[in-house]
Each structure stands twice: as structure tokens, then as C-alpha cells.
């Protein structure tokens, strides 16, 4: 391709709006550009890159036996009826009626889709196991896009679902994914983490996200350097500090005028905060017969830790989550900096497991100005629900070996989930097994977000100057400039050797732009092809042409008669460092579930 007709334009500066690397580098390169929030647009630069990582998961795909289709975009809303998701699932699905006033949705995912399929295909256990998978857009009303392509609207996904006649195939399917997932990440160049994750709305039993470890990530995850534990703060578990066994000791109210938080009350009383009871009003929506309710949810977690909002969510099988209002808290007896379970009415109480192990704490008297001490679960009050509800911090114990956690932050380019039978018992997805009775097909699904990775290898490669792709999956692996001059010598041999470079299977993007020579390789470190070639005055004078790596400094020359040897040789060279790389990477992880425990 020809720079003078490649439909795209650098810029000197990114937009105000952009605020992380990739973003801003992936505007002012001219890869992609905004059409409205969370809403973009991939020019010619990056299709290319995005197709090449497509090629790459469908060739990881297609070894661990995935079979490509191609699933609808639209979908009919009785589908996400039938296995109530259109209910629990809120503003982020995209609904419309079409002109016959049916409720249609645009895809997030395609779990209902491939039930629909998987009960009109699938009849036998001869036909069992099976995976299928597609590239597909998708559509989710994200609240805040931010970050460019790291969280948007409308985005691609590769997604795939294991179709299995046991427990054991999906085992091994998921097993599969997780060895093909790291090698996909590797041979883009990017490093991931597995870590533990929720199954959110995708239900099931098991999940894990991989995430690329960067400070302008969203996600919160919990590492332990001592065993190899890792999980997103969202359903991170922690070894909880047991307090000292103690005889339950008699109710008694005390007058604690002002210490209306956790910090003031210990203190006032000089107690530890792992002697006193945190009480934690919330609303929540769960879908109740097909109709939204709100329910109010009074937590109770002990005073030294926090609420893990997403794990009280989790467990309540909550749509949406908020903080109650003072009117709402007075409304079930309870008085807000005052509260406890004590005589409420009309609330669903939940209780953190730690407390249950806890005695004698103090907690609050639903009476301004007082508290009680010596509170105990099971004799003062009770709980429908007893869970893990706490928020596991930087400096807690990990639950496997106890050593302490540390908090890093990353961006998730990628998740498996075991479904099992959440949506074939929905959608009545059933097999004849080899003495003719019914089963369930047992599923899972795993997702890759395209652009999203996209995102993620140009945040991690690059620098001061810009983009410095990754050999597998630059858009062009050559950058030819040309400096012009009055005699026409460059533009000649340019044109010979970009020729001889196209004849020999070489992506090459040729800089023939009546440019200053300053500009044109400014534009060739901002778009950061791995290879660049320079040909001009100077260096045809010794008969040679300039060659330098995006990701070195040395500049070397080769002869014009051997100019397009020389850049396979480079190229040569790039490949084969980005292999021994990409197995490094894999290497790392032994391609091995790490501290798997059903969530």
C-alpha cells in the first residue's frame, strides 16, 4: 500500500478526550476514529491488524476442534425470555420491537442462540462432544466508555460454546481453552494472567477472566506470590483473622453519643474494630416472577473489614444493587450509624461467615446515640442468608497458603465460563445417551474481545515516539520511506525494491508522500511498523539502503542488489525472537489451571 492513497491521516495530537496510551497513539497513527461514546470506527491500518488476530484465534480454535458459524445479531426477545435473562439483565442489553411489535435484542452474547441450535441439531450422543464458535459483533450500553477500545458499545468477540455429554468433556473443553487462550495471547504478544472470576450473567459454576496486568486497568486483582493464587477483587476469598473463643456475655446497652462509624466507635469504647458489627444498608432488584422488586438488604459484616458489593449481589441473584436511603432505613426500624439486624422488620438480612465465629461484638442499638454490646448471631438474631460477603484487601492472608495478598490492576481480554446445564435445562437441550435416556448437554462459553486486545498490545508496545507492534500482528511489516529528490534516483529504486518486496510475501507500507523527511519518519515511529526502510539520496550515493528496527536504535545498510534479501532477513530475525517470546510466555504458565476451586 501507498501512503498517498492509504485512507487515513496521522495527527500531531490526540484528541483532549483520549486518556490512556493506546487511545491516544491508535487516534493520532489514524487506526481507528470515534463516531459517538463507546462507538468506533477501524480504518484501513487497523482491519489489517485486527484480521491478523483474528487468523490467530481461528487457528487456535480450529486445533482444539472448533467448528466457525456465524450467529445472528438480532435476536428474538422470547429466547432471553425463556432462560430469563431478559428480565435479570438491565439497561445494557439493546431492546427494540420490530414493525410487528415484537421485542427483539441486539446480541451481548449468544448462549440462547446456540441453545436454539443445539436443541433442533443435536439428538444422540454420537453427536456429542462439539464446539462451535464465530467473530461477531456485539452491542452492550455501557454506562461509561472509556479508555478507547478498553471498554466500549459496540465491539467485536470471538465466542465459543462447548457442547459435551458429561461433567468430564467439559472438563477437558475447558481445560482446552485455557491452554489455546495463552497461546492466542502469546502469539500477539501480549501477557496475561489467569485469574478466579464471577460468572455474572452468564451463570454456571466456574469461571476465569485473563487479564492483561496494566495501571489502566478497571479490574482489581488479588495475587499471592507465596502459592500462585489469583482472583478478581469481585469474588477474591481471604484468610479471615478468627477472634479469641469467648463465653456469650448478657445484652447491654451503652451510650455512644457521635461514633455514628466504625472508626469512632472503636475508638470511644477502645476496642479493637474486629470487637464491633458493621451494618450495611442496600436495595436490591431481583426478578420475581417475571416482574422486577426491590428488596431491602441489611449486611452484616465484622467492623475491620468492607463489604464485597459484587459477592452480595452474586449471591442474592441481584439485577442491580444501591445504597439504601435514609427514609428507606428508618422505614424497616433501623437508624442509620446506629443500625443492626436487632429488631428490624421487612429486611432480608445477610450475614458475613466471619461473624458467625465472632463473640461477644458490639453492634448497634437502632437507637441514636447507642449501642449494644455483646451481640451474638444465632441468639440475638438470625440471618437468611450466612455467605462470604467481605472484600479481600492488599496485606490479607491468602486463603491457600496465607501469605499476604498484593492488589494489581488489569483489563480483561478474555474469559471462559463452565455453564453446565444453565441453559440447556432453560431451553430444553437434551441428548439420547447410549441406553436411550434424556440427558442435558452439559456447555460452557469463552469469549475473546477483539478490539479490546487491539487495545491492549498497543498499550503494552509502545513508547515516547508511538506504536511498536508485534511482528504477528502488524498491520505491515515494513515501513519503506522514500525521500524524494529533484533527480528522482529514490523514488525509483523505491519503487523497484517495494515491488520486489510485494513479489516476495512481503506486507510493505510505501511512505511516497511529497513530505519533509522529519515528518515522514515521525509517521513511521508513530505507526510502528517493526521494519523500517529508508531510501534516499544520501544513501544511494554509497549504493545502499537504510534499514532500522521499531524497537532498536541501530541503523544498518545493505546493498541496493540485495536490499529485499536483507529485509527478509530482518523480518527473519523478528519472527524468530517473537516466538521464543510468545514461548516464554506460555512457558511461564505451564499450561495448567492455576488455583481452580469451584465458585
Known amino acids: 500500500m501507498r501512503m498517498s492513497r492509504l485512507f487515513s491521516q496521522t495527527l500531531r495530537e490526540a484528541p483532549a478526550e483520549a486518556e490512556v496510551a493506546s487511545h491516544k497513539l491508535l487516534l493520532r497513527a489514524g ?41 445472528p445479531v438480532v435476536q428474538p426477545a422470547d429466547l432471553w425470555k425463556e432462560t430469563g435473562r431478559w428480565q435479570a439483565i438491565g439497561a445494557e442489553m439493546g431492546r427494540f420491537q420490530d414493525r410487528g411489535g415484537r421485542d427483539m435484542a441486539l446480541a451481548m452474547t449468544h448462549e440462547e442462540v446456540v441453545g436454539d441450535l443445539v436443541r433442533k441439531e443435536i439428538r444422540s450422543y454420537r453427536q456429542l462432544p462439539a464446539l462451535l464458535y464465530h467473530i461477531q459483533t456485539k452491542w452492550r450500553d455501557e454506562p461509561r466508555p472509556r479508555a478507547g477500545l478498553i471498554r466500549v458499545r459496540e465491539f467485536t468477540m470471538k465466542d465459543s460454546y462447548s457442547l459435551d455429554a458429561d461433567w468430564d468433556g467439559l472438563d477437558a473443553q475447558y481445560q482446552a481453552h485455557y491452554e489455546a487462550y495463552f497461546r492466542i495471547f502469546s502469539r500477539c ?31 482489581s486483582i488479588l495475587v499471592c506470590d507465596g502459592c500462585g493464587y489469583a482472583a478478581n477483587r469481585e469474588v477474591a476469598r481471604f484468610r479471615k483473622p478468627e477472634l479469641p473463643h469467648e463465653v456469650p456475655l448478657p445484652l447491654a446497652k451503652v451510650a455512644t453519643p457521635g461514633a455514628t462509624t466504625i472508626e469512632a466507635l472503636a475508638s470511644f469504647l477502645e476496642i479493637p474494630a474486629a470487637k464491633t458489627a458493621k451494618a450495611v444498608f442496600m436495595v436490591a432488584t431481583i ?39 435514609a427514609d428507606e432505613i428508618l422505614a424497616v426500624g433501623a437508624v442509620p450509624g446506629y443500625g443492626s439486624a436487632i429488631g428490624v422488620r421487612g429486611a432480608l438480612v445477610a450475614v458475613d461467615d466471619a461473624v458467625l465465629v465472632s463473640p461477644n461484638l458490639v453492634s448497634g442499638a437502632n437507637e441514636a446515640g447507642y449501642h449494644l454490646l455483646n451481640v451474638n448471631y444465632g441468639r440475638d438474631y438470625t440471618a437468611q442468608m450466612v455467605t462470604d460477603l467481605a472484600a479481600a484487601r492488599a496485606g490479607d492472608a491468602c486463603p491457600d497458603c496465607g501469605a499476604p495478598l498484593r492488589v494489581v490492576r488489569g483489563v480483561e481480554v478474555g474469559n471462559i465460563f463452565k455453564l453446565g446445564t444453565r441453559y440447556s435445562d432453560a431451553l430444553g437441550c437434551v ?14 462459553s469463552y469469549g475473546i474481545g477483539i478490539g479490546r486486545l487491539l487495545a491492549c498490545i498497543a498499550e503494552a508496545h509502545h513508547d515516547e515516539h508511538g506504536l511498536r507492534w508485534p511482528i504477528s500482528v502488524a498491520p505491515y511489516a515494513v515501513h519503506l520511506v522514500m525521500l524524494n529528490d529533484a533527480a528522482g534516483g529514490p523514488q525509483a529504486v523505491a519503487d523497484r525494491l517495494y515491488a ?71 523480518l527473519a530475525a523478528l519472527w524468530a525472537e517473537h516466538d521464543g517470546r510468545a514461548a516464554a510466555l506460555r512457558a511461564e504458565h505451564h499450561n495448567r489451571l492455576d488455583s481452580t476451586v469451584p465458585l
Do not use: C
Open 431 to 444: 441428548y439420547l445417551d447410549r441406553d436411550g435416556r434424556s440427558r442435558p448437554v452439559i456447555m460452557g
Open 31 to 71: 487506526f481507528i476514529r470515534p463516531l459517538a461514546a463507546g462507538i468506533f470506527s477501524y480504518l484501513p491500518l487497523a482491519r489489517r491488524t485486527l484480521t491478523k488476530i483474528e487468523t490467530i484465534v481461528r487457528q487456535e480454535m480450529d486445533a482444539i476442534g472448533g467448528q466457525e458459524i456465524t450467529m
Open 189 to 219: 504478544g501480549l501477557p496475561v494472567m489467569a485469574v478466579q472470576s464471577g460468572t455474572g450473567m452468564m451463570g454456571g459454576r466456574e469461571a476465569h477472566e485473563f487479564v492483561y496486568l496494566t495501571p489502566v486497568g478497571e479490574d
Open 287 to 325: 426478578v420475581e416472577d417475571g416482574a422486577d422488586v426491590q428488596r431491602f438488604v441489611l449486611v452484616i459484616v465484622r467492623g475491620d473489614m468492607d463489604l464485597n458489593e459484587a459477592k452480595l449481589s452474586r449471591a442474592l441473584g441481584a439485577k442491580a444493587l444501591r445504597p439504601a436511603l
Open 500 to 570: 520486489e518486496l510485494q513479489a516476495g510475501g512481503v506486507e510493505a507500507l510505501l511512505d511516497d508522500r511529497d513530505d519533509r523527511p522529519g515528518v515522514k519518519f515521525n509517521d513511521a515511529d508513530l505507526i510502528g511498523l517493526p521494519l523500517r526502510v529508508t531510501v534516499s539520496k544520501r544513501s544511494l550515493e554509497n549504493g545502499s539502503v537504510e534499514l532500522k528496527r521499531r524497537d532498536g536504535a541501530e541503523v544498518w545498510t545493505a546493498p541496493v542488489s540485495d536490499a529485499a534479501a536483507a529485509v527478509q532477513r530482518a
